[in-house]
């Protein structure tokens, strides 16, 4: 992967950015057992193809944002807001 | 001796017991000509086995070596989907060690050492392991600290392993900048004499062979694409040359092992990382110790034959593809200049990646699983190729008898369900 659009800044240099790990949804700490937190914490899907994921722009708007991307071919085919911004925002 | 090994149309003509490789029988066959026997036969898979083994790397090939030497369990196929050590055994920086960070690492790593000591003999394969000493260099109090920590563990543990200053280091690798100038000066160093790099292709070659004598089938080109779980047990797996009926399949299948794990429905802590490494152009020999530094982000052997042996840390982000990056040789290159400024007219031969199946305690995952039948020895990360020996020892015994070996009872799978984590970053992260 040598660009990755910013849904703010655009296509930049991949090295601007940070892989902040695949999207997931965060328990309820506060219902779940330590062993579901656990899992939330360290089990990952992992695939080899598509994958959602999050991704800080480091270098650029400082935002995180939510990325497809194929983990065999690294070709990404959107980047979006994650969806808690998109709600925020409107 | 000249018999042909292939009948005319290409196919086997029959096996021709494994030659004892010797001086002798070296200087024979230079004499006459005669071919060598290849190493390990091809077949076709049988319908089942009592034990299949998924990937023929170093720690699949080692597991289904002890299971027919050390267990008498020989009904046993290795399959891999590509070729033989094809995977992260074939890929990596071959560097051995066993200077670890917690009590349950050292030991476990100790064993894959004195194991590797004895390894040419016991396979009668020269695995041209080299103890030519491990440095790992401090450019921080806190890095310096962990060094001490580490020492004090590995000496506990009967290990060789202590600090040295900057003047020892300079004596050790006299071309390395230890100067208080430069932008991490060298504070001091972790030496581990016992460390070094060893033939990673010829432990490959080696396990195979050995098992192959033992009767092992070993099937490259045998692509795993399902396993059969019935009622929490497994009962066999479907590949690419049809399905094999089986009751016990060891994963060991690294940078694919959640894929692998995915088939059987045992969810895992891994994500998969690709590692990248370079080499240089041959000189002559003049680097002795592997030498790692963690703040640069780099480390560098120089092989038997002359050429330097790079390498960094993963990638920053997941993926399957094995295609080397510009940016990776661009860092890489710029710290070794770091270290050792004399390198800089030195040419690059190549670059490549292999596939590290990282853990989030920078520890392997061995054992049993919740599907009964369905053992793992993964999480390999950018460290596992020195643990090959001790895990097919240690795999080997758990599937032949069902208990696990007291060496590995610490990596198993649950700890991350049960929160017990085992975390060797301090040793693992950089220095392979
Ligand atoms: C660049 C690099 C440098 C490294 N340096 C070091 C080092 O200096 N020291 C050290 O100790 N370790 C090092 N490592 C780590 C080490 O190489 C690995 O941890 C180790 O080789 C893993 O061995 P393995 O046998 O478990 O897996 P592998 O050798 O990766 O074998 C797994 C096999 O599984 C096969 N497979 C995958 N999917 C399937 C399927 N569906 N069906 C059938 N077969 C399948 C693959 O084809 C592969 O051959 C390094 C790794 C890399 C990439
Ligand atoms: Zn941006």
Known sequence: ?90 | MTRSFFSRNGTRSGYQKQARYSAFDLFRRGLSGAEWPRAWRSRDPKSSYDVVVIGGGVHGLATAYYLAKEHGITDVAVLDKGYIGGGASGRNTAIIRSNYLTPEGVRFYDRSVKLYENLSAELNFNVMFSQRGHLTLAHNDGAVRTMRWRAEVNKLEGIDSEVIGPAEIKNLVPFMDTSEHTRYPILGALYHPPGGIIRHDAVVWGYARGADAHDVHIHPYTEVQGIDVENGRVHGVRTNRGGIATSKVVNCTAGYSSLISGMAGVGMPIGTFPLQAAVTERVKPFLHPVVVSGTLHVYVSQTDRGELVFGASVDPFTSYSTRGSLEFIEGLAGHVLELMPSLSKLRLLRQWAGLCDMTPDYSPIMGVTPVEGFYIDVGWGTWGFKAGPVSGEAMAELVATGKTPKIIAAFDLARFAEGRLVGEKGAAAVGH
């Not at chain 1, 601007?16 to 506060?30: I, K, L, Q, V």
């Not at chain 1, 400082?62 to 994650?82: D, K, Q």
Request: charged share 25%.
């Open chain 1, 1 to 90: 992967m040598i660009l990755l659009p910013c849904p703010h800044c655009g296509p930049r240099n991949a090295s601007e950015f940070r892989y902040a790990g695949e999207a997931s949804t965060r328990p309820d700490p506060n219902a779940t057992t330590p062993e579901e937190w656990r899992a939330y914490l360290y089990i990952k899907n992992n695939p080899a193809g598509w994958t959602t994921e999050k991704w800080f722009h480091r270098t650029g708007c400082r935002r995180y944002f939510t990325a497809e991307r194929h983990t065999v071919t690294n070709e990404v085919r959107e980047t979006r807001l994650p969806a808690a911004r998109l709600e925020s925002n409107s």
